[in-house]
Structure formats: structure tokens, C-alpha cells
């Protein structure tokens, strides 16, 4: 399990403790939850162990429950809970077997959730800020691809999002950044020195 993954799966579990949702994380002990955000193909599973959240690899079988929505739609969902409207228009589905369905139901209709603070644990204020943006930005875009009809376009977008899902490649990014605005400095100097040496022509 890399750093991020392990740092997730600890901020998950102290908000469950916070917001005294334990009760309802204990109910699905031993099954396994898929959350699937739709428009960027991205899977990931977890499971209940001893009244916790543990991050897995793609389960050998089919998942108990499985969560899908835009990226807006699962914010909403763990800041307002099961809201009918999510499901109304279809910004969020939950499937499975009926029992799992009305607990994980009841475990984000008592989950305190800040997105974008839960977002800071893991990649720091700044670039949390951005991938919160680029959700925005993302649900927003992913609505109107949706009325429009152009589904086939949500592939460009894949590798855009890519962007935000990890912090080294944002600082990657960054860096190399900073390092073409040095390297594009240094040419101007070298050029004024040119200029100075040649003089007037």
C-alpha cells in the first residue's frame, strides 16, 4: 500500500470516529465496496475489517455494493448523505444486495465530511485546492458532455484528470515548470550579453 492509499484510509476512518458512524461501518463488516467515478474509468475497493476501512485490490468476486458517480455527485454524497435527488438525477447510483445498499446508505447519511479538507491531509493545501477546482471543473464539464450527447469525448479528459491524482507527478509538474522559466531566463541574459558584446550593427 503506498504512502497516499495508507494516509486515505486513515483520514476515512477518524471521520467515521468523528462523526460517530461506527455503528453503521460495523454493518458492513466483511463486505466489499466498489466506488466507480464515472467519465475517467476509475475503480477503487475497500472492505471492513474489525470495525475499519481497509483499501484492497480488485476483489476475485463480485463486490457487495458498488457506489458510482460523477466526481460531484460522491462529493455531494459524503457531504449531504443519501439525498433522493443524487439518485433522482442520476448523479450517484448505489447496486448491490439490498441489505448492503441501505447500510452504506446509512453510513453517508452520518458521515461529516469535508472534501476539500480531507483532500489537504493527503496533498497538501494548494494542490488540494486544485484537484477541488478540477472536480468542480470536471462535474460541471461531465454534465454538459452528458445533456449534449458527446459521451465518446470523457476520454480526452482521462488523461487531464490524471494530473490530480497523484502529488510527485504534480510536483513533477511544477518543477519542471520552474525549471524551464530559469533555463528561459539564463537564454534571455545570454542573448543581452550577445547583443552588448556585437553592439549596434
Same mark, same amino acid.
Given at each position: 500500500?503506498?504512502?497516499?492509499?495508507?494516509?486515505?484510509?486513515?483520514?476515512?476512518?477518524?471521520?467515521?470516529?468523528?462523526?460517530?458512524?461506527?455503528?453503521?461501518?460495523?454493518?458492513?463488516?466483511?463486505?466489499?465496496?466498489?466506488?466507480?467515478?464515472?467519465?475517467?474509468?476509475?475503480?477503487?475497493?475497500?472492505?471492513?475489517?474489525?470495525?475499519?476501512?481497509?483499501?484492497?485490490?480488485?476483489?476475485?468476486?463480485?463486490?457487495?455494493?458498488t457506489v458510482s458517480g460523477t466526481p460531484g455527485g460522491l462529493i455531494e454524497l459524503c457531504r449531504s448523505g443519501a439525498d433522493s435527488e443524487l439518485f433522482r438525477d442520476g448523479?450517484?447510483?448505489?447496486?448491490?444486495?439490498?441489505?448492503?445498499?441501505?447500510?452504506?446508505?446509512? !453510513?453517508? #447519511?452520518?458521515?461529516?465530511?469535508?472534501?476539500?479538507?480531507?483532500?489537504?491531509?493527503? &496533498?497538501? $493545501?494548494?494542490? =488540494? *485546492?486544485?484537484?477541488?477546482?478540477?472536480?468542480?471543473?470536471?462535474?460541471?464539464?461531465?454534465?454538459?458532455?452528458?445533456?449534449?450527447?458527446?459521451?465518446?469525448?470523457?476520454?480526452?479528459?482521462?488523461?487531464?484528470?490524471?494530473? !490530480?491524482? #497523484?502529488?510527485?507527478?504534480?510536483?513533477?509538474?511544477?518543477?519542471?515548470?520552474?525549471? &524551464?522559466? $530559469?533555463?528561459? =531566463? *539564463?537564454?534571455?541574459?545570454?542573448?543581452?550579453?550577445?547583443?552588448?558584446?556585437?553592439?549596434?550593427?
Open positions: 500500500m503506498n504512502a497516499i492509499t495508507s494516509r486515505f484510509e486513515a483520514i476515512l476512518n477518524r471521520v467515521i470516529r468523528d462523526s460517530a458512524a461506527d455503528t453503521h461501518l460495523r454493518n458492513l463488516e466483511g463486505r466489499v465496496v466498489a466506488v466507480s467515478i464515472r467519465g475517467v474509468n476509475a475503480t477503487g475497493y475497500a472492505t471492513v475489517v474489525c470495525g475499519a476501512i481497509r483499501m484492497i485490490d480488485k476483489p476475485d468476486s463480485a463486490p457487495d455494493v448523479s450517484v447510483r448505489i447496486e448491490g444486495d439490498a441489505q448492503s445498499m441501505l447500510d452504506i446508505k446509512a !453510513l453517508f #447519511s452520518a458521515l461529516d465530511f469535508d472534501a476539500e479538507e480531507a483532500l489537504a491531509q493527503i &496533498l497538501g $493545501d494548494t494542490l =488540494a *485546492r486544485k484537484a477541488a477546482n478540477g472536480a468542480r471543473a470536471l462535474n460541471r464539464w461531465s454534465e454538459g458532455v452528458a445533456d449534449s450527447g458527446a459521451a465518446g469525448i470523457a476520454e480526452t479528459l482521462v488523461e487531464e484528470t490524471r494530473l !490530480l491524482a #497523484s502529488r510527485p507527478r504534480a510536483e513533477r509538474f511544477i518543477d519542471n515548470v520552474e525549471k &524551464l522559466r $530559469d533555463d528561459m =531566463a *539564463r537564454l534571455q541574459q545570454r542573448i543581452e550579453r550577445l547583443r552588448a558584446a556585437v553592439g549596434p550593427g
